[in-house]
Each structure stands twice: as C-alpha cells, then as structure tokens.
C-alpha cells in the first residue's frame, strides 16, 4: 500500500486539489442561501490551497524554488482566509470578535516562520493560522447548526469533518517539515506522506457535500421551476462526470506512468549489462594472469624448493608478470599462507611475510580450485579484486598459492560514467560505485547475523557499514535518497549473489505521468466551469422569476395605489388597492390617461410631475383628490422612471400614498410646536433640543445670550458647536452614554463658563426604544455659587479667629490646648514621646510700665517671630496666656525638648528687640516637660508650669526639664 501511495503522489494531489475545488463550488452555492455566513472567503481558502496543491504536483518533477515559493505564499493565503472566514462568522454571529487587522498577528508569527525556509514557513502558517481557523470554522458550523434547523445535521458533518482535517494537519505537518533533518522522518514521508493527503481530500469531500446539502435545503423552499435542470440533478451529473474523469485520468496516467517505468527499467538493465560485462572482462584477466603466472617455472621451483635463490628467481618473475598483466601486485603464498615471494617486495607495504591464510581465495586455490574474490587489503586498505590458483609440484599437488591483485579504483572509470550504478555484495556492502562517498557503505540495513559474519571475515574491513537506505533493495524498488525519489534495480551480476545496482531519478517516469495528470486536471477545471456556468444561468432564471413574483406580490400586497405608466402617460397596470381607491376596477383603469383622473385642482401639479417622469427625472408631489362620496383626500405621488438597458424610457412606476391624515396631524403639530416655542421663549434658563444626529433644532433666547450667539448660529447648527471645549466634552460624553444605554437616567453637570458658573441637565429623549434626541436646561447660578463663596470665606475666618491668637498670629490658648491633646492621643497609639516646652518673657510688665502697651506688643510678636523661625516645621506654638507660651515637639524625650528650649531662649537674649530707635533687652524663662504614653494633658502642663517656676526662682533667662517620673505616671519613681 505505501508503495502504491510512493507512486501516486500526482495523482493525489490532483485529487486533493480537485476536492478542494468541490469545497469552492459548494462554498459558491451556499453564497445564495446560508447567507449570514462570509462564504466568499471560505470559498477563496479553498481556490488558493487547490492551486496550491496543483503547484505542488510540478514542484515534484520540476524542484524548483519558484514553484516551492508559489506553493508556500497560497498556502498561507488560503489559511490567513480561513482564518477571516472563521472570524467574521463568528463576529456576524454575534460574538466579540477582533477587527480585520488582527490578522496582522498571526500572520507575523507565520512569516517568522520564514527564518528556517519555505517549508519552515508554511508549518508556521499552518500553526499559525490554519490550527485557530480550522478551530473557530468548526466552531463556527456547530454554532449555525444550533440556529439552522433544516441544515443542522449537514453542518454538524461539516464541523466534525473540519475537527478530523486539523488533526490531520498536526500529525502530517511537522513530520514533513523535519524531514530534510531526520533521515529517517524523510522515508516515513515518503512512504506515507500521501496517505494523510488522501484521508483529508476524502474529509474535504464530505466537508464539500455537506455544505452543498446544507445549502440545497437552504434552496428548496424557494426553488423557482424554470427549463434549466435543478440544481441537485446538475450537481449529481457533474460530480458523476467528475468522478469518471478522475477514474478514466487516473488509468491513463497509470499508464504512461508504466510505460516511463519500463523504458527506465530497459536503459538501466543495458546499463548494468554493460557494466557487468566489463568487470567479467576484467576479472577474468586476473584469474588468468594468476593461472599464467603459477606454471612459471621460477614460481614452481620457488614453491616446491623454497631458498633464497629460487625465491629471488620468483620474485622477479612476479615483478615481470605485474607489468605483463598490469597487475597491482602479484604474490606467491606458501602452504601455511604466508607470503614467500611479491612483486613489491621493496615497497614499504611489501607483502613478503605476511600471513592471509584467513583469505577465502588463499583457503580454495589451496584446495586445487582457482577463485576470484573482492575485497579491502590488509596491508594495503585498498579495494581490489584478487585471482588466485594453485601452484602444483611433480605430482599435481597444490604446495603453495599464486595471487594477483588489481586495485578496484582502476575497474571504476565506468561506473563513474554511470554515477547511478553501484556493485554491491550479497549483504548489500557497496563495493564500486560512480560516487565515491557510497564506497564501502551499506546499501540497506544488514541483519546482526550478516554483520557479524562480513566483520569476522574482514572482507571489507572492520566496519562500520552504515545503511544508504531503509529497506532491503529487491529486483526494484521505490526509493528516497538525499531527498530525491529514485528507481532502485537489482541486475545479478555473478552466482555468489554480487550484483549491479542502479538508482534512477523518477523525474522522467513523473515527467510522463505530468503530462497525463495536467490533461486530467484541465478536463476537470473545464468541467467544473462548464457546470458553474450552467447553475450560474440556472441561478439568474431562477432570480428573474423569483424577481417577478416577488414583485407581483409586493404590488398587490400593496396598501397604497401602485400603477405602471406608459412612455406615454397611460396606465398599463394597476393593483386592488388603487381601484379600490379610486372607486374603479383594475379593468376600467387600464389604459385612461393618468392626468385624466385627477380633479381640476390637482391637474397642472400632476401634468408637472408626469412631465418630469417622462423625461426621466424623479418625480414628488402632492395632490389632491375628491372621492366619489365627498371627502377631500390629500395624496403623495412618487413617479419613478424605469429605462431599458439602451437608456430608454420603459415605463414609469408610480405609487401614491394617501396622507390626509398626515396633514392633519401636521397641522396639529405645528400649531402645538408654536405654543411650545412661546413658551420656551419666555423661561428664565437657556432650553435647547437635538436630534439624534445633535442637530438643533429648537432653542429660546436666553440659551443664545448666554452662549453669546444668534439664533440663526445656533438653529440647525451642531449642539457640541455651541459650547467651549471643558463643557462640550463633558456634554458629549453624556450623549455617548445615553446612545450606549438605553433609559438612561439625566445627568446633571455644574461647569465654570467662562463669564457665570451654570448648572446643565442633560435629559436624554427616546422613542420606541432608540435614542432620539437630547434636552438641555442651563441654569445661571452665578449668583448662589458667589453666595456661598463669601459664606465659606466667612467661615475660614471666624474659625481662625476662634484657635489664633490676633495679636501674634499662632495658636492660641483652646487651639494650642486642642493640637497638645491630639499629639498626646498620638503618643499613646504609635508609642512615641511628646516634648512640652511653657516659655515666659522675663520682667514683661516692667516693659509695659517703661515702654507702653504698644510696644509690649511689638516685643510680644518679634519674640514669637523668633520662637516660631527656631522651631521645626511640624512643630507647634502657641500663646498660653499674656506672654506665656506653649511649643509642642513632638517625637521628642526630655533631652532633645531641653536642648530645643536652650537654643530657643539664647535666640531670644542675644540680640535686643528695636521698638522704634530704643533697643529693649528681652530674656525668656523655660519649662520642660515629656509626655510618655500614658501621660494626661494636665499633667504635663502642671509639670512645665512647675519647671518654669523652677527657672523663674533660679533667677530667669534659663531653662528648667521636670523630672521624667512625674510628667508620666505610667513610670513611677522608686
């Protein structure tokens, strides 16, 4: 079976390729009936990998890299469109689906794929883009299975069949991109690579047939009878005559194909001829050379009387013999196998003392039978062919054996004419050969048993043999070689089993067989043309009659009076509807004039649009008509000019409309919209209305002076023009909202324009559903955002008022009092200490007694100015008390609080406060006191007061800490 699939790769491509095209045709039908699926993609899939396939069948007789490029780039074409197919199926389906461009992606990683060849490149694409196209189609007809009653089960099919093709693909892909690297992958390719292809063209048959199912159920309930063939009887004949071409073209490529084959077969079989009469030739002049040069009287005296006289003697009659007989060596060998006697005896690879009694052709000449044997010299490693016989005494006794080699490079001038032919050893060892790198190789693999045995008799060596191929080479045999497929002939050459072996390209056989296969493939691509034709036809009858009754449907189901005019104005058909209107029978209206119809009132805008009809202008108008029981009707007239295919008018279709209660309605809403516009006009806040597309189409005054544009600017205008750039995009993206969601709640919007503060309500407007507009109210609020403003500033004020001192600036007393509290409620949480510095300006009352109030005051804010300059920023002070004062460090134990207050208090003494011109000399007097985590805020404010008090007695302008146990009770003393 692997041979018969070695043999028909064409043909099976062909057959790929056909089935591929059927995939098409069916894809094309189910264009016209399964039309939420993009079917012209699938349909290009298949066109592209057909003609990729058919490229290929070239690409095995001619190799060439255009044809290899031109496979590969269809390939990943054909699979890039399955992959849109899958795609925007899916997407139709309504699924979320990526855009076009994704494709983009997939594409990249299948063109990356290029970096290790053409066929590295399509195994990407197949990776790429086949394994998720394939994936999503199959996918893709489950899902419009579900959803297609009447195709369910052939869509099912397609899927399934679609699931078996992927998998196909991953199991023969790989194995044939990795095949140029692993030998042994590239004969399992070669001997099956066909079958994978024949098992997906016959899934793509099914796939084929199950969509042109599908697809004729789709039809059948709107099958149109015309006198073309229905589709499914042309489809059968087609496909009956397809198969029969397929059937007829297979056997006459078969056929060529064998003739190719024997014509192969018979120049090889001259060849080998040739070759194995040549080495017959001449390995019979080196059994006669050795039987000639045993009855030499020097080799026989040499051989029954060994001593160095009759040695010397033989020698040079081997060294004569040699040049007689062109002979590479000729030597004698003793009994004991031993060379006594050469004809190199002085070369430095001189046989003379060398045993081959091991030698077959030593063991036979001994036993009195002449042999020729081939083999690799021991001495030598050279190949040659060796002649020996036996050297006789008086008797006719074999005492000793006469040898003469040839080397074989001078035997392989002919086969290198003939660089396809090799002469190979019953175990399959190549021993000539036109190439020298096969030389001593293993044409097939040898059995343990058959190596063993050429080893232990180093015939050819100690090996290794390795196998040119994987199976033993019978009278012939279908082979791959380097990557080239080869015709291997068996010729015998003698009785113990060497023979001629030939390997020939099967270009040539595949040459014939290519001529058959493209006669078959244009046969069928006319073929299914000629078919595509005739349903193309059967389609168009099929669609004017389906035209035609749909028409005739269309016009009588009619509610409105539907007539046809001729080039001349009169009625050639009218529907029920229109006679019922009129009061008349169909009957009775065909052929009156149509102007005729109309009352005296109506008569000149009907003659005005019929004219314009006539001469192939469209024509709308109103007019009226009295009815036969009184009643006014109001009617829109459409009149339609139809030309023929040379441009002439042909008729003129009218359809007229009875509107009388439209205009009623009309009138009703216009006068409703003018008390609407009154009073929109007369609101106090800027109204405006837009439609769907944000055109307005109703504003009042204050909207137009708020914006600071005319009417005439705003009306008809878009909405988003009306407004600066914060407002329109915060109005747009309301709009966008309202558009996604419908019953969208209003969204309110509060902006600075500019010149007011405005508050905006966005109230979406819907109807049957869909959005239909926009209302915008804008409210000036100016003035109440300017309020409330002044209100918050208010606010600020009076709450620094109430925790600032006025007179300084910093906190004062509940303010410092409120942040120590906090810091102390810190403390506990995080652990950590605070440092309470209560500071007191030395002698205060004797500045205000000597200077006045005013400049206490100054003294008072230049010392805080100072303190609060020394301090760290995260620090706080504040004003105790008259000219006490409280700093808050936090993070600060007893050591640093105190340092902090020293550098605080030298500040404060080293220079003297100017108030005016008079420098008064300042000192302050400070309390220390560190808060642990347990410490309370009167007691640490009683601790500093009593430190302070300490300094004040100690004679001021110093700085005193309270001991640590008593500003934290948590740590008692003792």
């Not at 060849?117 to 086949?130: C, F």
């Not at 899902?143 to 196909?168: D, H, K, Q, S």
């Not at 000019?641 to 042909?650: K, Q, S, W």
């Not at 301090?871 to 008390?881: A, E, I």
Request: net charge neutral.
């Amino acid at each position: 079976m692997s041979d018969f699939f070695f043999t028909q790769t064409d043909y099976m491509l062909y057959l790929s390729g056909l089935t591929l095209l059927l995939l098409a045709v069916a894809c094309n039908s189910a264009r016209h009936s399964l039309k939420q699926l993009p079917w012209l993609a699938l349909e290009g899939f298949a066109v592209a990998l057909a003609l990729a396939k058919w490229i290929g069948i070239f690409e095995t007789v001619l190799a060439g890299a255009v044809f290899q490029a031109a496979r590969v780039v269809l390939g990943v074409a054909a699979f890039a469109m399955l992959l849109e197919f899958a795609r925007a199926g899916l997407a139709g389906a309504g699924l979320r689906m990526p855009r076009r461009r994704w494709l983009a992606v997939p594409l990249a990683l299948a063109c990356a794929g290029a970096l290790g060849g053409w066929q590295m490149l399509y195994v990407a694409a197949v990776l790429a883009l086949a394994l998720p196209g394939g994936m999503a189609t199959a996918a893709l007809f489950v899902r419009t299975a579900r959803r297609e009653r009447f195709a369910r089960f052939p869509l099912y099919v397609a899927g399934g069949a679609m699931t078996l093709i992927l998998l196909l693909t991953l199991l023969s892909e790989p194995v044939q991109a990795f095949q140029s690297r692993v030998p042994a992958l590239a004969e399992l390719h070669a001997r099956l690579a066909m079958i994978p292809i024949a098992a997906r063209s016959a899934l793509v048959l099914v796939t084929a047939i199950a969509i042109g199912t599908a697809s004729h159920r789709a039809r059948k309930a709107q099958a149109v009878s015309c006198s073309v063939p229905n589709e499914r009887t042309l489809l059968a004949v087609a496909g009956t005559a397809l198969a029969l071409l397929a059937s007829v073209g297979w056997l006459a490529t078969e056929r060529l194909g064998r003739h190719a084959e024997s014509e192969v077969r018979r120049r090889d079989g001259t060849q080998a001829h040739f070759l194995s009469e040549h080495l017959s030739e001449e390995t019979g002049k080196i059994r006669d050379a050795a039987q000639g040069l045993a009855e030499v009287p020097a080799v026989v005296a040499a051989s029954v009387r060994p001593n160095p006289e009759t040695l010397a003697a033989a020698q040079q009659a081997l060294v004569a013999g040699a040049r007689k007989y062109n002979a590479t060596v000729c030597y004698l060998l003793d009994a004991s196998g031993t060379t006594v006697a050469s004809s190199n005896h002085d070369q430095p690879d001189s046989f003379v003392g060398k045993n081959y009694a091991f030698r077959p052709h030593f063991q036979e000449a001994l036993a009195g039978r002449p042999y020729l044997y081939a083999a690799l010299g021991v001495t030598s490693a050279q190949r040659g062919f060796y002649g020996s016989c036996p050297v006789r005494d008086e008797s006719g006794k074999p005492v000793a054996v006469l040898a003469v080699k040839k080397n074989a490079t001078e035997l392989e001038s002919h086969f290198e004419a003939a660089p396809n032919a090799v002469l190979a050893a019953p175990h399959g060892v190549v021993f000539l050969a036109g190439k020298p790198e096969l030389a001593l190789k293993s044409l097939w693999p040898m059995e343990y048993n058959e190596q063993a045995e050429v080893l232990a008799s180093r015939q050819f060596g100690t090996g290794p043999f390795p196998s040119v191929l994987d199976e033993r080479i019978t009278r012939s045999t279908r082979i791959t070689l380097d990557g080239e497929d080869l015709l291997a002939t068996r010729w015998p050459f003698n009785d113990e089993g060497w023979s001629v072996v030939t390997l020939s390209p099967m270009a040539g056989i595949r040459a014939y067989r290519l001529f058959g296969v493209a006669m078959v493939l244009l046969a069928s691509i006319m073929l299914v043309g000629f078919t595509l034709a005739v349903r193309s036809v059967r389609n168009s009858a099929e669609a004017v009659l389906t035209a035609k009754l749909r028409y005739e449907s269309l016009i009588e189901g009619s509610p409105n009076w539907v007539s046809l005019l001729s080039p001349a104005g009169k009625i050639l058909t009218v529907n029920r509807a229109g006679g019922k209107i009129l009061g008349r029978t169909p009957s009775e209206l065909v052929g009156c004039e149509f102007p005729s119809l109309w009352p005296e009132t109506s008569t000149e805008s009907v003659r005005g649009g019929l004219d314009r009809a006539l001469r192939g202008e469209r024509s709308d108008f109103e007019a009226r008509y009295l009815r036969a029981d009184g009643r006014e009707v109001v009617w829109s007239v459409s009149l339609n000019p139809v030309h023929d295919t040379e441009r002439r008018l042909d008729h003129v279709v009218c359809i007229a409309n009875d509107i009388t209660l439209r205009k009623a309605v009309e009138e009703i809403a216009q006068c409703e919209n003018a008390k609407l516009s009154a009073m929109i006009s007369q609101m106090q806040e800027g109204v405006v209305f837009a439609n769907a597309g944000n055109v307005v189409v109703e504003v009042n005054e204050f909207f137009c002076r708020f914006v600071r544009m005319s009417r005439q600017a705003v009306l008809g205008h878009d909405l988003m023009s009306c407004h600066a750039e914060p407002v329109r995009l915060r109005v747009e993206a309301a709009i966008t909202g309202f558009r996604e969601k419908i019953d969208s709640p209003p969204i309110v919007i509060q902006q600075s324009m500019g010149h007011a503060e405005v508050i905006l309500r966005v109230q979406p407007i819907y109807r049957a559903g869909r959005y239909d507009g926009v209302l915008l109210n804008v409210i000036d609020v100016t003035e109440l955002v300017q309020a409330r403003r002044a209100a918050e500033e208010a606010q600020k004020v009076l709450a620094l008022q109430a925790t600032h001192d006025s007179l300084t600036g910093i906190l004062n007393r509940p303010g410092i009092l409120d942040k120590l509290q906090r810091e102390l409620i810190r403390a506990r949480r995080e652990g950590g200490n605070v440092g309470l510095v209560m500071l007191d300006v030395d002698f205060f009352k004797r500045v205000n007694d000597t200077y006045g109030h005013k400049a206490g005051d100054e003294v008072l804010c230049e010392v805080v100015r100072r303190v609060v300059s020394s301090v760290r920023p995260y620090d706080s002070v504040g004003r105790y008390g008259g000219e006490e004062f409280l700093i808050l460090l936090p993070g600060c134990d007893a050591e640093g609080a105190a340092h902090q207050a020293e550098r605080i208090r030298a500040i404060v003494a080293a220079e003297s406060i100017r108030v005016g011109v008079v420098p008064i000399p300042v000192t302050i007097s400070a309390g220390v006191a560190t808060a642990g985590t347990q410490a309370e805020i009167d007691a640490i404010i009683r601790q500093a007061d009593e430190a302070l008090y300490e300094a004040k007695h100690a004679g001021r302008n110093c700085v005193r800490v309270a001991s640590q146990a008593a500003a934290d009770p948590a740590n008692p003393a003792g």
